[in-house]
């Protein structure tokens, strides 16, 4: 079993960076893909990005591909999210997730079998 602990979320205005930090407990973790989702209010959680076991293969969204990179560090047991060019409609609460048999290419916003509790990230216009 995963557990996740996200931080790193905040408010930022329009065009800034922030990175988003998805510390794992457990030794399956660098055997798993990890993601990142997110959710704003009154919406349905989106997919945003995920990353193979190994951090060879990525995954995007559309709407963040060119904007966001996903990366992860094995020895730290934890996975990133740089988020650049923010957005307003980039606000939502963001989650990471780990799934032991899905690629991430075929991510989708169902995908994941552990969660984080989530990070808020609110971008002003």
């Known amino acids: 079993q995963v557990q996740l602990v996200e931080s790193g979320g905040g408010l930022v205005q329009a065009g800034g960076s922030l990175r988003l930090s998805c510390a794992a407990s457990?030794?399956?973790?660098?055997?798993?893909?990890m993601g990142w989702f997110r959710q704003a209010p009154g919406k349905e959680r989106e997919f945003v990005a995920a990353?193979?076991?190994?951090?060879?293969?990525?995954y995007y969204a559309d709407s963040v591909k060119g904007r966001f990179t996903i990366s992860r560090d094995n020895a730290k047991n934890t996975v990133y999210l740089q988020m650049n060019s923010l957005k307003p409609e980039d606000t939502a609460v963001y989650s990471c997730?780990?799934?032991?048999?899905?690629?991430?290419?075929?991510?989708?916003?169902?995908?994941?079998?552990?969660w984080g509790q989530g990070t808020q990230v609110t971008v002003s216009s």
């Open positions: 990353i193979s076991w190994s951090g060879g293969n990525t």
């Open positions: 457990g030794r399956a973790f660098i055997s798993y893909a």
């Open positions: 997730a780990a799934d032991p048999t899905t690629p991430p290419w075929r991510w989708n916003s169902r995908s994941g079998d552990y």
